[in-house]
């Protein structure tokens, strides 16, 4: 079965910046898109960025020009480099990945809090 693991959260100041890493494992199962959405206390989880496996990525609004989506299709590794961090970015950061070929899947990570301090 497949898993998710993701690293790299944590505290920063305002302006600050952050690199979430998400690593796949447990399976050889096909991974098609990954991508990254965060959540807000009480809130929905909402898009972040995704990328294709083929390298095609989508940003929401909020985080163009900041965030990078980037992936290592070898190893089936997901990253997101955070810059010029705001305030609202503080949230629940959860890893996703579209598995399997004929029937897909979602798979989630655990979520890891970023938290950014003015």
């Known amino acids: 079965q497949v898993q998710l693991v993701e690293s790299g959260g944590g505290l920063v100041q305002v302006g600050g910046s952050l690199r979430l890493s998400c690593v796949t494992s447990g399976s050889t199962v096909r991974i098609n898109d990954m991508g990254w959405y965060r959540q807000y206390p009480g809130k929905q989880r909402e898009l972040v960025a995704t990328?294709?496996?083929?390298?095609?990525?989508n940003y929401a609004d909020s985080v163009k020009a900041r965030f990078t989506i980037s992936r290592d299709n070898a190893k089936n590794i997901v990253y997101l480099q955070m810059n010029s961090l705001k305030p609202e970015d503080t949230a629940v950061y959860y890893c996703?990945?579209?598995?399997?070929?004929?029937?897909?899947?979602?798979?989630w990570g655990q979520g890891t809090q970023v938290t950014v301090s003015s």
């Open positions: 996703n990945a579209v598995a399997g070929t004929n029937f897909r899947y979602d798979v």
């Open positions: 990328i294709s496996s083929g390298g095609r990525s």
